[in-house]
């Protein structure tokens, strides 16, 4: 599985960006995606993810509420709404696939993820 992460840039506080993530390769619609997100000197972590059948959205305690992670297995791509954007949002934002996910299961470890996107740089300016 190959992903692609797009539709990041440089946003104002307040403002809102859609994230794709768009994978390649067979059984997408058997994986756990996720995001992520890396600040400038900080580890990695979790922001959203979303089950197999996407009946299942998982959120970091600092989006709830303002992030939405949805996906179209149809088209093989997870998208992340985000919305009344913050300046500690900015940072570079990776999408990832779990192979391994229970049906009901969204892990929120990043050594739980098997295959990653490039990443997309996000800036909330204040």
């Known amino acids: 599985v190959q992903l692609q992460a797009s539709g990041g840039g440089l946003v104002q506080a307040g403002g809102s960006q859609r994230l794709s993530c768009v994978a390649s390769?067979?059984?997408?619609?058997?994986?756990?995606i996720s995001w992520f997100r890396q600040a400038p000197g900080k580890e990695r972590e979790f922001a959203a993810g979303?089950?197999?059948?996407?009946?299942?959205?998982v959120y970091a305690d600092s989006v709830k509420g303002r992030f939405t992670i949805s996906r179209d297995n149809a088209k093989n791509t997870v998208y992340l709404q985000m919305n009344s954007l913050k300046p500690e949002d900015t940072a570079v934002y990776y999408c990832?696939?779990?192979?391994?996910?229970?049906?009901?299961?969204?892990?929120?470890?990043?050594?739980?993820?098997?295959?990653w996107g490039q990443g997309t740089l996000v800036t909330v300016s204040s």
């Open positions: 979303i089950n197999w059948s996407g009946s299942m959205p």
């Open positions: 990832a696939a779990d192979p391994d996910s229970g049906m009901m299961v969204v892990e929120r470890s990043p050594g739980s993820y098997n295959y």
């Open positions: 390769g067979r059984f997408f619609d058997n994986y756990a």
